[in-house]
């Protein structure tokens, strides 16, 4: 038997507050959503934001994308889906949603057509009105689809993220102290990351894992040295045996007091 350590992935959810500012917030989110076309592990996975700000974030994001991006059908910069496999499930994601009433907002800048599946390119897609009925909220997404979930109260967007499996991160925007402390100690998570997305996995001083369905254990540093290597304890006993001697019978009431100690202890 051996020491394991799982980093599994799965649904991290970006939580955006009511005093998040939006531009910086999308800027951020779309940065790592678009790293790779979304096919990390870390990449953020659904939006949890208050109905009223929806179509701001909305506006954020489009500019967001177009400011990367100028380009996608034969821009390097955009990332392929890995392959035909890939390329097809992102479609079958986006159609289920669509036949089940969601808002698809392609954030496309120059509307080209991505349809060749030898480019595999797949543009950044918001998925509004999502329901729980949809693959987008119940599957891990691995690509560029980000679909919105809105909420009324921080108390509505705990219970949404503690409902479902615990996530690799947390995504929280807020600048207020007691939100920030409310959510740290009312969800699980392998991470919190506030105000930003996916950059404390750079950092090898902060223990990178998941936790529950995310994973177990963690890695990065010295964290990793401990968990993949096996720590071997040598014991050299002194010459007197002292460390035994209340083991050995007869016992003394000494030895029952000790123990009674232990015991109480």
Do not use: W
Not at 183 to 193: H, K
């Amino acid at each position: 038997m051996v020491p394991v350590t799982l980093e599994l992935g799965g649904k991290s959810p970006v939580l955006v507050c009511a005093d998040a500012d939006l531009r910086e917030m999308a800027e951020r989110i779309l940065t790592v959503k678009t790293f790779n076309a979304g096919q990390i592990c870390l990449s953020p996975d659904y939006v949890l934001i208050q109905e009223e700000r929806v179509e701001d974030f909305v506006e954020q994001a489009k500019a967001a994308v177009a400011a990367m991006y100028t380009s996608l059908r034969d821009n390097d910069d955009y990332t392929s889906m890995l392959n035909a496999g890939g390329f097809a499930r992102q479609h079958a994601l986006i159609e289920d949603a669509r036949i089940k009433g969601a808002t698809l907002v392609s954030l496309n800048p120059l509307n080209e057509d991505l349809s060749d599946p030898a480019k595999r390119k797949v543009a950044p897609t918001l998925v509004l009105g999502t329901t729980d009925e949809m693959r987008v909220t119940r599957e891990e997404i691995f690509g560029p689809l980000l679909p919105i979930v809105t909420y009324g109260t921080l108390e509505d967007a705990i219970a949404y993220i503690n409902a479902r499996a615990r996530p690799l991160a947390l995504y929280l925007f807020s600048n207020n102290l007691d939100v920030r402390s409310e959510v740290a100690a009312r969800t699980t998570s392998g991470a919190l990351i506030v105000n930003d997305a996916m950059t404390h996995v750079f950092l090898d001083t902060l223990p990178f894992g998941g936790v529950g369905a995310s994973g177990m254990g963690h890695y990065h540093g010295e964290y990793g040295f401990r968990a993949l290597s096996h720590a071997k304890p040598v014991f050299v006993q002194s010459e007197g045996g002292e460390s035994n001697l209340l083991m050995r019978a007869p016992y003394s009431e000494g030895a029952e007091q000790v123990i009674a100690g232990l015991i109480t202890a």
